[in-house]
Antibody
Framework: QVQLQESGPGLVKPSETLSLTCTLS??????????WTWIRQSRGRGLEWIGS???????HYNPSLQSRVIISTDTFDNNFSLRLTSVTAADTAVYYC?????????????????WGQGATVTVSS | ETVMTQSPATLSVSPGDRATLSCRAS??????LAWYQHKPGQAPRLLIY???TRASGVPVRFSGSGSGTDFTLTISSLQPEDCAVYYC???????????FGGGTKVEIK
């Protein structure tokens, strides 16, 4: 059973770079046909997709964040990471890592079936 | 961009009664829709994928329906542990693009 755990600084200064890591246990970031994904939830708001990276492929990002985001995998340390540059107070949120999986019924369908517990990041000086 | 609109924003239901949550897409997404349950302080939980297939371990009282632009999540007999915010989420297969609705908060009346 794969489990995910986010880690990283809980406080980031404005204009600096937010960096989070999601470590896997019970599975490998390089095996299977999964997209490793970052989601965030700002206070009082809903869920926002940040981006996803295939096990060993090209990342895909939310167009609204694309210019500031990098998501990558590290097969040696079995994790994947998020870097968000030039942060502002609007980036204050709970950040979740998740696994985006395919399920075959009559067709391939997808869903975020494994989630980390979330990491709270505050942007403040 | 496909916009997902959920209604109502808050739903108050008596224990044992049916709860019906709606999700509308701004354009057809066929059945590329998932539903999640999110309780405070916990990670979201996948309930439904493909608009109507329950994820592993999800109680049968949860059911999903719809295709195209209009979707429904039904809780047939609301239990106290079902109090949560429910989100619908659509996706474009390739390249992966995910969009969530604004959520419906379900509370006990």
């Amino acid at each position: 059973q794969v489990q995910l755990q986010e880690s990283g600084p809980g406080l980031v200064k404005p204009s600096e770079t937010l960096s989070l890591t999601c470590t896997l246990s019970g599975g490998s970031v390089s095996s299977g046909s999964y997209y490793w994904t970052w989601i965030r939830q700002s206070r009082g708001r809903g869920l926002e997709w940040i981006g996803s990276v295939y096990s060993s492929g090209t990342p895909h990002y939310n167009p609204s964040l694309q210019s500031r985001v990098i998501i990558s995998t590290d097969t040696f340390d079995n994790n994947f990471s998020l870097r968000l540059t030039s942060v502002t107070a609007a980036d204050t949120a709970v950040y979740y890592c998740a696994r985006y999986s395919g399920f075959y019924v009559d067709h391939w369908y997808y869903g975020l079936d494994v989630w980390g517990q979330g990491a709270t990041v505050t942007v403040s000086s | 961009e496909t916009v997902m609109t959920q209604s109502p924003a808050t739903l108050s239901v008596s224990p044992g009664d049916r709860a019906t949550l709606s999700c509308r897409a701004s354009q057809s997404i066929t059945r590329n829709l998932a539903w999640y349950q999110h309780k405070p302080g916990q990670a979201p939980r996948l309930l439904i994928y493909g608009a109507s297939t329950r994820a592993s371990g999800v109680p049968v009282r949860f059911s999903g329906s719809g295709s195209g632009t209009d979707f429904t999540l039904t809780i047939s007999s609301l239990q106290p542990e079902d109090c949560a915010v429910y989100y619908c989420q659509q996706y474009i297969n390739w390249p992966p693009q995910l969009t969530f609705g604004g959520g419906t908060k379900v509370e006990i009346k």
